[in-house]
Each structure stands twice: as C-alpha cells, then as structure tokens.
C-alpha cells in the first residue's frame, strides 16, 4: 500500500478533529529541523576565523546584532547575550572551542528571540578549494511551539525561516566585509 | 503498485531455496523525506525508499517474521513493511506523538511510546489493533522489552527515570531513577542489564534489572542519545553534540575509546564485529568496524535521517 502524503494529511486531519489538550509537557516538537548554510569568502581562513571566532564580537561582522555580553570570551561555558537590532536578544552558549579546525559549537537558551527550541549550532572555516575560505554554518532545533498543531508562527517552516535568515544574512555581510578592497 | 524485485546485492540463493535470501538489512527512518531508507549491508548499497506517514523516527524490527514497524510523530502513525517483499503490510493510526517503539521477541506484540499523550501503547501485532494504554510519567522516549517478553522499560524522560512494566498485568510495577533527561535504552541479550542513555547529564545510568537499582553511572560524551551492546561486551553510545561515539566498559564503568563520525549521531545498532550509526545532520549510515574504531563505510540515507532503535533485519535471526 502506497500512499501520497498530502492526501493522508488531510485524511488524519478528519479523523483526529477532537482537539487534544496540550500537554504541559516541556517535550519539544516532534521533528528536529535543520539549516546548512554555506558561502565562499575571497580571505584567507585565518582572516576569517578572526571574526568568526571571536564568540564575544559578532557584532563585528554580523547585521542583526546590535550589542554584546560575554563572560569568558572563547571558553567552554562562556555565555554571551546578543541583543538585536530589531528588539529581543538571545543567550548563547560555547559548547565546544576548536582554534586548530576553526569551529565554534554553541548552544541557545530557550525563548530567545528566535521561534525555536533545543537550538544548538556549529559555524566552521575551512580553505576552500582553488583559493579562499569555505564557511559552514550549521543549526539543529525543533520549532517553537512544543506540541502538536503549531500556531503558523511557532510551526516548523517559521523555524527553519528564522534561522535561514540568520545564516544567510550573517554570512553574505561576512563575506562583503572581508572583500572589501 | 508493481514490486520490482531487487536482484542486485542479494546473497545467492542456496540450492532447493524457494527465493533468494536477502543479506541483511538496515531500516532507516527518514524525518525529513518522510519515507525509510532501505540498505542491504552486503553490497553497501541503498535498495529502496519507502514512503511512510510523516515525520518517521522510531524503527523496530520482529526478525522471526521478517517484519518493520516504524513510527511517525508527526503523522501519527505506526507502518508495518514486510522485510523481505519491502512492502507495506499495514498502517495504524495511533494519534497523539508516537515515537519510541519495540517490538518483542516472539514478535507478536509492538509497544510505542506517545511523547504528549505520556502514555505506552501496547498493539497486536499480527492484526495491528491498539489492545492497551498504559500511563506513564512525562515525555516517554526509548523502549527496551525483556527476552521473555514479560517485562518492559520505558524511558520517562522528563521524569529522570525508567518505568518498568509488568505485560501480563498490563501495569507499571516500579520506577528506577537515572540520570537527567534518558532517551535512548538498551538491553543486554539475557536482559539482566539495562542501559539508560542521560541526554541532559551525559551520563549513562547501568541498571541491574533483577534489582531494579543502578549499579553505576558512566560519563560519556556531549549530548548522548542512543547506545548498544556489542558482541564483545562492549557499550557504544552515540554523543549528538560531540558528534562522536563513547566505547564503554559497562563493568568497570568507563570510557575506553571516543570515536568521531558524522555530525548528530543517534540511532545504532550492532552486527557482529561492526556497530552501524546513523548520522542525522550527515544524512548517511555509517559502519565502524568495532575492532579498529574506525569509520570504514559510509551509506547516504534521504534526509534527516533517526534511525531511533534496532533498525537491523538479519534474515534467519530469532532476535
């Protein structure tokens, strides 16, 4: 038996109409979604990771962040708080610290202001073939609503679109800073 | 729907056979695509994908009969495939957040855990019918049933403990603390150990099941999930955040050797003298030979791949 998705969708939907109550579990959503971003930057790796290393100051280099709080630069353990530009901020963790790979581990703290949960991310710098820098940021979270039938703005699509956004626009300011002539 | 059969990797059938033996199998769920990768372990090669309800994470294998049970939270689903024809033999519609899933040695009945509902679903299998629910604490994860088919684990993991469930009587009989947040379990062949994956406290809780009591408490790696125990004895842990596996003397209680492989390592299981990990953010099984711990295959599965529990089929095995 085969079955196309979307028609089941809307199959399960009719069956399962009662509503249930939302638990008061603090399960998150039941899929963990990704982001992999990743862009090519005419710098020396070096030149990157002084930037992207820098826990403490990605202000530096990326657009949505307007202040920074750090309590142990680039340890194991150091939280920074990162208010935005557009209101919010978000408080992140070191989890792992790697200056010879150039990457940098970091976890989040629930209700931030991005709509995610569970949040963890790894941004790394590698020489890229035929010259220049290769960098990869990488994010693993579940949605921001913890049960079933998300609110559209809680829902799994808003997460990835969230931290899509992150990505792709700290990354394309990242590389016009460093090829700036 | 036509099934083509798939020649390519089999094993040769031996003389007198009615149809050729497969070589083993692994099934692994596909969170992402929404369907389950079918990898026959001889040639290394993918065989097929199949398209399940939404979101699979959970896999759990009846080898006597040559069955697949696979869960999906996200379209509140069970689907049972047949091992051998690939096809999909059955669906049940369970509602709530199915995830964890087991099924017992004899293969007749499948245990699921419901995530929102914190409840144990207990099914028949042969006719995939819902014959109880069994209430449990918050967030129950990872399932592990006795050879005997007379007890059942349960990781409750908001809880920080383990359910035991007593089948004939349908009940919870005991709670056994561990560490925070277990999520994956594993058993050991005769059942006296039990093995409780700490996500939260990066530990893994070793129970003496007769006892109900932890025996010790093993540091492993960031962010464990999942582990299994090897032939030799030996406990391998996946660690999602160290993207590595931990290799455990579960006796002694310690770290024998970290293993690196693919970004968000989660389910696993182990085959003789190889262990078989799936990759969630690689979107690949990987095979570690468990004597030189070393990466020594990699397999690309569709994506967001889990593969959350004993997603082996060995054809002619009884467990």
Redesign the interface.
């Known amino acids: 038996?085969?079955?196309n998705?979307r028609g089941?969708?809307l199959l399960?939907l009719s069956?399962?109409a009662l509503p249930?109550l939302p638990?008061l579990?603090?399960?998150h959503g039941?899929?963990?979604?990704?982001v992999?971003e990743e862009i090519t930057i005419q710098a020396a790796p070096a030149d990157v990771w002084k930037l992207v290393g820098n826990f403490g100051n990605w202000g530096a280099w990326h657009p949505a962040i307007d202040s920074t709080t750090v309590t142990d630069g680039n340890a194991v353990g150091s939280v920074r708080t990162l208010k935005l530009k557009g209101g919010g901020e978000l408080v992140e963790e070191i989890?792992?610290y790697d200056a010879e790979t150039m990457s940098l581990?970091y976890?989040a703290k629930d209700h931030g202001a991005l709509p995610v949960t569970n949040y963890?991310s790894?941004i790394q710098v590698k020489p890229a073939d035929g010259g220049g820098s290769a960098v990869t940021w990488?994010g693993?979270f579940y949605r921001g609503f913890p049960?079933?039938d998300p609110p559209p703005e809680l829902n799994d699509e808003a997460a990835v679109n969230a931290v899509t956004g992150v990505y792709t626009s700290g990354l394309a300011n990242l590389k016009a800073l460093l090829e700036k002539k | 729907?036509l099934i083509v059969a798939v020649v390519a990797g089999m094993a040769a059938a031996p003389a007198g056979a009615e149809a050729p033996v497969p070589g083993a199998r692994a099934f692994i769920t596909n969170?992402?695509s929404?369907d389950v990768s079918v990898v026959d372990l001889d040639s290394g090669h993918e065989l097929r994908r199949i398209?399940v309800?939404?979101?699979p994470?959970g896999v759990a294998v009846d080898a006597r009969q040559g069955r697949v049970y696979i869960t999906s939270?996200?379209?509140?689903?069970l689907t049972r495939i047949d091992a051998r024809t690939l096809?999909?033999?059955?669906?049940l519609?369970l509602?709530?957040?199915p995830?964890g899933i087991a099924v017992d040695a004899a293969g007749t009945r499948v245990y699921v855990s419901d995530?929102?509902?914190?409840q144990l679903m207990v099914i028949d299998a042969a006719g995939l019918q819902l014959l109880a629910r069994i209430a449990l604490g918050?967030?129950p994860a990872g399932i592990a049933v006795a050879p005997d088919g007379q007890q059942v684990y349960v990781a409750e993991?908001?809880e920080d403990r383990v359910a035991v469930i007593d089948v004939p009587h349908a009940a919870v009989v005991a709670h056994i603390a561990v560490g925070a947040h277990p999520f994956g379990l594993a058993l050991s062949a005769d059942g006296s150990r039990l093995f409780a994956v700490n996500v939260l406290s990066n530990n893994v809780s070793v129970i003496d099941t007769a006892q109900g009591t932890v025996l010790r408490t093993v540091p492993v790696g960031?962010t464990p999930y999942c582990a299994v125990l090897a032939e030799d004895g030996r406990l391998f842990v996946t660690n999602q955040?160290g993207d590595s596996l931990s290799v455990v003397d579960p006796q002694a209680g310690r770290v024998l050797a970290t293993v690196p492989v693919g970004?968000?390592p989660e389910g696993i299981v182990a085959d003789g003298a190889r262990v078989l990990v799936v990759s969630?953010?690689d979107e690949e099984l990987e095979e570690i030979d468990t004597v030189s711990l070393r990466v020594v295959r990699r397999i690309p599965t569709g994506h967001?791949s889990r593969g959350f529990g004993a997603f082996l089929w060995r054809p002619g095995a009884t467990h």
């Open positions: 038996m085969r079955f998705r089941f969708g399960a069956l399962f249930l638990s579990a603090l399960a039941p899929t963990r979604q990704k992999i989890e792992a581990k976890r963890t790894m990488r693993a049960n079933n | 729907m969170q992402g929404h398209p309800a939404a979101g994470a939270p996200d379209g509140r689903m096809e999909v033999t059955g669906t519609e509602g709530g957040g995830v995530w929102y509902r914190n918050r967030v993991r908001d960031n955040h970004g968000f969630w953010m967001n």
